[in-house]
């Protein structure tokens, strides 16, 4: 009896085991549904995850403005440079071109004329003066022999012989017989010759002075040859500035002194016109300078201005 309850009680669990096991089947069918569930969590997660996406593309399209901004000042910023340094090139050339078209005279000097090569100096003045104070005095003294022989004085050979002294000394005065015997020129020839040289001399610097002077125009070439702001030259600016420059050239010392200066400023131009050329080209290569014609018009009102 005791054996039959023993083995009841194993048969007893083997049963309630059999008797679950339908019900742990059906618990697990349940849950074969789990990967639905699986996906609608990761369907929440992708959402999620799209939410988290659309603020930060925001946040980077409002990052992109501020440095569009940025990009926007700084190619404004180049612009205004730009401009300022195509501004600074045009004034600069502006000032280049004026100075230049205020002493382009200078390039019309006839050096040869001013430099006076034939001028007579003093040593041939001064034999011409004793070769006139020669003569005169053969002239005196054959009209004396002459006189003397008219009025019964000197014996009539005497005064004959004068009187044929006197002519001939006094045919020597004309030139064309002078020359025959003397080919060099006389005392007044030389005068003459100073004087004329003289006044073309003056003529041409009256024709490179103009009306407005060139001298003191010339002075603004100082930064291309520091000799045109020489204090040598100091009085002929002023007489260039006033218009009297010209009246002022008596002598030839005048004149060489002007010759001078004009070889000073032809030099200081060809540095300048140089320069000018150089900067052109530089700007011309930069953007900074518009190969257009020259507009003097508008250079003369900002030189008056």
Known sequence: MAQNTGTQARQAPATASSAAAPAVLRQGRAADRAPAAADK????AGQVTQNNTQPSSGSNE???????????????????SSGTNRDKAANHQRQLRLMMRQCDRVLLADYDLLA???????????????????????????AVFFVSG????????????????FVTTVLLAVPPVRRVFNPRPSNRELVQQRG??????????????????LAWQCERMAAFNPALASHSFSRLREASKTHTLVQQLTERKYVRLYLFYLVEAD??????????????QEGLDQGLAEGGPVDDGKDSANLTN
């Open 196 to 213: 004329q040289m003289l006044r073309d001399a003056r003529r041409h610097v009256a024709h490179l002075e103009g009306v407005d002077g």
């Open 116 to 142: 006076m090569e034939k001028w007579p100096d003093n040593a041939r003045i001064s034999a011409a003066r004793r070769r006139r104070d020669l003569w005169l005095l053969a002239v005196t003294v054959a």
């Open 41 to 44: 969590a990761v369907a929440v």
């Open 62 to 80: 409002s990052a992109k403005q501020p440095s569009d901004a940025m990009a926007a000042d700084a190619a404004g910023s180049r612009d205004a």
């Open 150 to 165: 008219v009025l019964g004085l000197l014996p009539a050979w005497l005064g004959g012989a004068g009187f044929g002294v």
């Open 267 to 280: 030099k200081a131009y060809q540095r300048l016109q140089q320069v000018f050329l150089d900067s052109r």
